[in-house]
């Protein structure tokens, strides 16, 4: 039996959750048990649209903090009919630690988090250790989590903070996820700034 959804079927969803306190009860939100992926910093959902079209057997959202950008989502996800895409307009390190449920997750997905580029910035960058224990405590045993930065030093960092993580070990991307890309990794690349990429498995 289908479980409720609060929005109509056939549509994407602007989120803004009328309860910040309480995690969010995904099979309410989707309307169905099907698997789901989060992104952080989604942007303007540049990837998420496209991931979500090519995979309609999974759920995902995306958490983005500026309005504009999760109401393009919303708009562009109606316009293509996508049922298994919502946006969350909210903080992400607060949705981590308050909004998702433990082992909830088969993917998380971080792409061109802002890199702060300045030393006195560094401590503000998304991905450090108490990062690892958040998306450890959400990803369900085997989930992943997806990275990608142009900014070499931060990729470091990545590098560095997963590596010394005890819950992940490292693994590849599925077939056809590089293929996906950003809004921001589009203009990187035709920068001439590659993309630097790396997956990881929560044991
Ligand atoms: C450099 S952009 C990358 C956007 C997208 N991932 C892409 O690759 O096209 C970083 C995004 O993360 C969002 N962001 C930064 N810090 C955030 C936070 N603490 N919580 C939620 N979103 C955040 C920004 O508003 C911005 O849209």
Redesign the pocket.
């Known amino acids: 039996m289908p479980l409720p959804s609060p929005v109509p079927a056939g549509a994407a969803s602007l989120l803004l959750p009328p309860d910040i306190l309480n995690r969010l009860e995904f099979a309410s939100l989707f309307g169905n048990t099907q698997p789901v992926e989060l992104e952080?910093?989604?942007?303007d959902g540049?990837?998420l649209l496209q991931w979500a079209a090519q995979n309609p057997d999974r759920n995902f959202l995306g958490?983005?903090?500026?309005k504009g950008?999760v109401t393009k989502i919303d708009r562009k996800g109606r316009r293509q009919g996508l049922t298994n895409l919502r946006g969350l307009r909210l903080?992400?390190?607060y949705v981590l630690e308050w909004k998702i449920a433990p082992a909830s997750l088969t993917a998380l997905h971080v792409?061109?988090?802002?890199p702060w580029p300045k030393k006195r910035h560094h401590k503000r960058r998304l991905i450090q250790a108490p990062f690892t224990v958040l998306a450890a405590r959400v990803l369900a045993p085997g989930g992943r989590l997806f990275l990608r930065t142009d900014h070499v030093e931060y990729f470091a960092q990545m590098e560095e903070v997963m590596a010394a993580a005890p819950d992940f070990e490292r693994c590849e991307e599925p077939e056809g996820l590089l293929d996906v890309k950003?809004?921001?990794?589009v203009g990187f690349n035709a920068e001439g700034k590659p993309t630097n990429h790396s997956a990881w498995r929560r044991r």
């Open positions: 952080l910093g989604c942007g540049s990837f958490v983005e903090r500026l950008r903080e992400a390190g792409y061109f988090p802002d950003t809004d921001f990794e």
